[in-house]
Each structure stands twice: as structure tokens, then as C-alpha cells.
């Protein structure tokens, strides 16, 4: 059998060490301010979901799959064995206090790959739970999402019971997005979670485990979903709630919020966190809205949003076929309910650039960043945190929480780099679809660190 473990740590650590050591001297900074908050996460062992809570500093590398496609790609797979050798690499250089890593080292690596993830630098996964399940259209649950009319829907509240596999999605793209092995397994677990998360994470974490034994890593990181569940489990005190009615205070904290995403505020048509419709909409695309201040221009008096059908984004094979999120409603909140937020009486789902402050990531890796993933993003990601770091964005959050927020190291998969499927050349391909191992491994794995995104630029 290929070694593929000690291939993909040779071909890392010649390409990749810049970021190691960028990361292992942030690090080294980290344990003089070493912050001990506690994080709770989720596994599957055994096909079971467990909860795990660590209270203990560690340093916290984030990375993240989807739930926009029950199938693991290989774009996400290819972003899990990264933060692992990330992760490992790093710690062994911490341990050995050196900054080179020599082939006599190598076999150390991989023993330490074989193992559960420990030590100070510690991976994980934060899943976003607040996106639309056939996002990508590389969902093969897709006609059954729409004729449920949960296309629209978060994904936290769909449910499995109405769903099943759309034959016409598994016969145009077998072999390119899904495989039939893929299908049967997802059949299988769809019968098993009432939950579509749930579901999800079983079928995924089934593919590492076995994707585990095939490369001689472990695959299995902790994982944390953001920010709906995140905020169904907490109180009005706690910070996501905080972080929603900090921003929506008044007319000058909104405006440093629009600031952080390098808009002005004259149109007011970014919403903050979309609120959700009765009739279960939650389509951060498809919803639109505008923000209304009182007369004298310093509140929140309401926000207006409207639902309706939106074309959401095409898969990497056909760039007709565009998932759609059917969705018809309009209604009002009062400013009153954001900034006094209860996510039980108004459920919204808020900006990324907001809830990735309550993460606890202190690295982060980005999948293509300047190919595939969005610069704005990354942009507007830094430029919040740093403005909460001075004051400016959501003041009292580190005496309330404990949270320091200090800008995360950005780390990138290297566009060029990428996994993708070796016949169509599409990185939403399923894991599946790849006949020989060996197809990925042979592109190696190159993580830059994203020295240039420093938060200095608004």
C-alpha cells in the first residue's frame, strides 16, 4: 500500500514551512497572554456524536466543511489534512523548540498524524449551520429541498423526513460530483437523522473515518457549529446575543459595522443579521431588506425585509445548472428587537464578519483565497476584529467574555495547489469520485501564510 501519509508530509514541508514557523511564533506569543476559555465541541466516535468540553488554554486552528452537500469533496478534504499537518508540524517544532524540520524528523510526524489531535496547537472544524442546504447545486437532495420548500430554509432547522435522492442529479453527475457508493450511504443515514445536520456529520464523518486507514492520519477533529445553534442554546446574556444587540445600539455602532465591510451607510440595505420569515425563510441571499433610523437619525427604528426566489450558485461542471432557494414573504422588525436581541422571540441569522468574533479560533485556514474563496470576505473578517481588538466594534466584550480579539493568523490553501477531480478538474468533486488516491496525493499540499491580510488596510 502507498504511503501516502509520509508523501503528503515531505511534499508539505517543502513547500509549506514559511507557514509553519509564522505559525509557531504566533504561537509562542499566544501562551504569554494564554487564554483559558471554555469551548465545547461535538464529535462523531463510532458513528455516535459525543460533546467534548476543554477548559484548558489552547491555541485554537480553525478550519471548516460544509452543510451544503452531505457528501465530503475533496476541496474539504484537502482543508482537514492541511490543518492536521499544519497542526502536527507546528507542535513538533514548538516541542523540539527548532525551526527546521529534517527528513530524519519526517517518521515522527506521521506518528503523531496516526494519533487523535493533541498538544498545544489544536485543530477544529466550525461549521456554519446558518447557509442554505443545496447552496452549490452539488446537493443530490436538491428536488426534494424545493419541493419541500425548505430550499430557503437554514440549515439548522430542515428536516430529513420529506428528503430524498434526486435521480436525475445522481445520472447527470456520477462520477464527476457524486459517486454511487456516496449514494447508498447517504440513503442509508438519511433513513437514521431526523436532524439534517446530523445527518450531514454522520455521513461525512463516516468518509474520514475510513479516508483515515487510507492515508494513516486521523482525520477525526472536533467540531463546532456557528452561529444558529450556537444561538438556539443561549441566553439573552451570552455573546452572540451580545454581539447582535451591541451592534444595533444605535446609528454610530451600525455604521462601524458598515465600516468594517468598507460600505457606506447612505443605502442601509446590508442587514446586519437577517431575520428570519415565519414561514421558515432564512436565505441571507434571498432575503432583502433596508434599515430605518428614528427622526432624529440616532436609532434603529426598523428593519424592512422582503423574501423572494433567488438564484443561488452553480456547481463546477455545469455552470447552468444554479441551485435555487424559493422563498416569497415581507414583514417588519422593530429596531427594539435587535438591540435588546432575543434569538427565541426574532431568529436572524448575522453576518459571518460579526459571529467569527465569538469563535474561538486564533488561526484560520481559507480555502483559495484570490481563486476560490472571497478576498472581500477575508477583508472584512480582519478589519472587525481589528476594530473590536480597539474598542471600536462591540466595546466590553473582553471584560464581559473574556475574549481578546486579536486578529487570527491567516493561513491558504494555494489556489494552484488545489485538489480536484483529475478528469473534469472540479474541486466540488466527492471524495468518491476519485478512482486513485494517488490522482490527489501527487498535488501535494501547500499552505501559504497570508502575510499581506495584516487587518491594516481599512
Excluded at 423572494?308 to 432557494?325: E, M
Amino acid at each position: 500500500m502507498p504511503d501516502y501519509c509520509y508523501h503528503l508530509v515531505e511534499d508539505f514541508l517543502s513547500k509549506s514551512m514559511p507557514a509553519v514557523n509564522a505559525l509557531a511564533e504566533k504561537v509562542k506569543l499566544h501562551k504569554e497572554v494564554r487564554n483559558r476559555r471554555k469551548v465545547t465541541f461535538f464529535q462523531f466516535i463510532n458513528e455516535k456524536k459525543i460533546c467534548i468540553t476543554l477548559e484548558d488554554g489552547h491555541f485554537y486552528l480553525r478550519g471548516s466543511v460544509e452543510y451544503t452537500n452531505p457528501q465530503l469533496t475533496v476541496e474539504e478534504l484537502q482543508g482537514i489534512v492541511g490543518i492536521r499537518l499544519l497542526q502536527v508540524c507546528t507542535n513538533f517544532c514548538l516541542e523540539t523548540e527548532t525551526s527546521e524540520i529534517v527528513k530524519n524528523d519526517y517518521f515522527k510526524i506521521c506518528e503523531d498524524l496516526k494519533k487523535s489531535p493533541q498538544g498545544y496547537v489544536l485543530p477544529f472544524l466550525l461549521n456554519t449551520d446558518d447557509v442554505e442546504a443545496d447552496r452549490y447545486s452539488i446537493n443530490p437532495l436538491k428536488r426534494s429541498l424545493v419541493d419541500s420548500g425548505q430550499s430557503a430554509f437554514p440549515v439548522v432547522n430542515i428536516k430529513t423526513e420529506q428528503l430524498k435522492v434526486d435521480q436525475v442529479f445522481i445520472e447527470k453527475y456520477v462520477n464527476t460530483l457524486i459517486s454511487k457508493e456516496e449514494v447508498a450511504l447517504i440513503s442509508e443515514e438519511l433513513l437514521n437523522n431526523d436532524c439534517y445536520m446530523d445527518f450531514v456529520d454522520a455521513v461525512k464523518f463516516r468518509q474520514l473515518d475510513d479516508l483515515s486507514k487510507l492515508l494513516d492520519m486521523n482525520l477525526s477533529l472536533y467540531a463546532l457549529r456557528m452561529p444558529l445553534s450556537t444561538l438556539q442554546a443561549e441566553k439573552k446574556e451570552d455573546i452572540l446575543h451580545y454581539i447582535i444587540k451591541t451592534v444595533h445600539q444605535n446609528c454610530q455602532s451600525i455604521e462601524q459595522a458598515y465600516t468594517c465591510m468598507g460600505r457606506s451607510i447612505t443605502k442601509r440595505t446590508t442587514l446586519l443579521t437577517v431575520p428570519h420569515s415565519k414561514r421558515g425563510y432564512g436565505s441571507k441571499r434571498a432575503a432583502h431588506g433596508r434599515l430605518h433610523f428614528n427622526e432624529v437619525g440616532d436609532k434603529l427604528s426598523n428593519v424592512t425585509v422582503k423574501y423572494r426566489p433567488t438564484l443561488l450558485y452553480p456547481n463546477g461542471i455545469d455552470p447552468k445548472d444554479v441551485s435555487i432557494a424559493q422563498s416569497d414573504d415581507n414583514f417588519t422588525v422593530e429596531g427594539e428587537k435587535l438591540a435588546n436581541y432575543c434569538y427565541a422571540e426574532t431568529p436572524s441569522s448575522p453576518q459571518f464578519f460579526l459571529y467569527s468574533i465569538a469563535s474561538p479560533e486564533d488561526a484560520a485556514l481559507w480555502h483559495g483565497v484570490g481563486a476560490f474563496a472571497a478576498s472581500q470576505l477575508l477583508q472584512t473578517y480582519l478589519s472587525a476584529h481589528k476594530a473590536c481588538s480597539k474598542g471600536l466594534l462591540m466595546p466590553g466584550l473582553t471584560e464581559k467574555f473574556d475574549v481578546h480579539c486579536q486578529v487570527p493568523l491567516q493561513f491558504n490553501l494555494v489556489p494552484e495547489g488545489m485538489w480536484r477531480n483529475p478528469v473534469r478538474q472540479n474541486i466540488d468533486a466527492s471524495i468518491g469520485t476519485i478512482k486513485d488516491f494517488k490522482d490527489l496525493v501527487s498535488r501535494g499540499m501547500w499552505i501559504e501564510h497570508l502575510s499581506e491580510y495584516n487587518g491594516d488596510s481599512r
